[in-house]
């Protein structure tokens, strides 16, 4: 298995807010990332958190890092359907050779009018 | 700026044929570059990455090789195509890590490869 988790699925109204929860098994990762894919597409970074932070928040994205537990979660508020993607976490640790990112597995959400 | 490009965008090979997937950096230098494979429906898997020319580390045992020729050039290579390789291939690439900085990794626009 992965050593990043994600949900394989998720369905929103449009308006609502989504969130997308992420789990990661390694305690020195220092950046955790959030990435969109859009279909046929490459990965684009929407948003990134250094471990020692709790949250952050970028207009309607906020990310919430509970080091504790090893879970990462975004919220997107008010979705609209142009946020229909996978989306994708990822990890960077501490000594990771060639400065890798590990991935989760994404997370494809779906976005109803 | 920036920029990465991957081709061919889609590919079509039959069982057994080979395969060279090229993928190039602008406007950075010394990179670290990746190779990625997502399967229909899955996530990323990590295949190769290259921290310089010449020096490639393999992720996974496989039908697939990788190459390195000049310093923002990245080639994904087989001799004989499997059906399981069929995949969507993302090349990517990321400055060298400084203390206290976030690097982003930049990914390419993917080549759809189909084994028939």
């Known amino acids: 298995g992965e050593d990043v988790e994600q949900s394989l699925f998720l369905s929103v109204r449009e308006g609502d807010s989504s969130v997308i929860n992420c789990t990661y098994t390694?305690?020195?990762?220092?950046?955790l990332y959030w990435y969109k894919q859009e279909p046929g597409a490459g990965l684009q970074l929407l948003t990134y958190i250094f471990s020692n932070m709790d949250m952050k928040q970028d207009q309607r994205l906020t990310v919430l890092l509970n080091k504790k537990d090893k879970h990462l979660s975004l919220r997107i508020a008010d979705t609209q359907t142009g946020d229909s993607a996978i989306y994708f976490c990822?990890?960077?640790?501490?000594?990771?050779?060639?400065?890798?990112?590990?991935f989760g597995g994404g997370t494809r959400v779906l976005v109803k009018p | 700026s920036q920029t990465i490009h991957q081709w061919p965008a889609t590919l079509v090979q039959p069982v057994g044929s080979p395969l060279s997937l090229e993928c190039t950096v602008e406007?950075?230098?010394?990179?670290?570059l990746y190779w990625y494979r997502q399967a229909a429906g899955r996530g990323l898997q990590l295949l190769f990455y290259?921290?310089?020319?010449?020096?490639i580390s393999s992720e996974v045992p496989q039908n697939l090789s990788a190459s390195r020729p000049q310093d923002r050039q990245f080639i994904l290579s087989s001799k004989k195509l499997l059906l399981s390789d069929s995949g969507f291939y993302l090349c990517a690439w990321r400055e060298k890590q400084s203390p206290g900085q976030i690097y982003e990794q930049y990914f390419g626009p993917g080549t759809r490869l189909t084994v028939t």
């Open positions: 406007g950075t230098s010394n990179p670290n």
């Open positions: 990822a990890e960077k640790r501490t000594k990771a050779a060639g400065n890798k990112l590990t």
């Open positions: 390694d305690s020195s990762s220092t950046y």
């Open positions: 290259s921290v310089g020319i010449g020096q």
